[in-house]
């Protein structure tokens, strides 16, 4: 069974920088995709960004595209998400979460996920 922890969230100023960690454990992730979805107060859960964790192929949510950046470090089994820039509507709890197969920006089409970490951008 996919474990996933998030850790890194907290409070920041609007144009600083935090990056989130995912800590990944209960298998090995080759064939995996690896994301990060984000949900703010009275939203729908939203794709930010995610990862192919064989290859490292990159993909991002529009609205993050150039201020955030999605690593994996296969060693650690750990993913990563550096944000710069941020701005007060980054402001959500940041979800980890992993899917087996082809890649998705789907909600629907991850089956494993994190409990959930707090950002909040303060402007």
């Known amino acids: 069974q996919v474990q996933l922890v998030e850790s890194g969230g907290g409070l920041v100023q609007a144009g600083g920088s935090l990056r989130l960690s995912c800590a990944a454990s209960?298998?090995?992730?080759?064939?995996?995709?690896m994301g990060w979805f984000r949900q703010a107060p009275g939203k729908e859960r939203e794709f930010v960004a995610a990862?192919?964790?064989?290859?490292?192929?990159?993909y991002y949510a529009d609205s993050v595209k150039g201020r955030f950046t999605i690593s994996r470090d296969k060693a650690k089994n750990t993913v990563y998400l550096q944000m710069n820039s941020l701005k007060a509507r980054d402001t959500a709890v940041y979800y980890c979460?992993?899917?087996?197969?082809?890649?998705?920006?789907?909600?629907?089409?991850?089956?494993?996920w994190g409990q959930g970490i707090q950002v909040t951008v303060s402007s």
């Open positions: 979460a992993a899917r087996r197969g082809s890649v998705s920006i789907t909600r629907a089409d991850f089956d494993s």
């Open positions: 209960g298998r090995t992730f080759n064939n995996y995709v």
């Open positions: 990862i192919t964790w064989t290859y490292g192929n990159t």
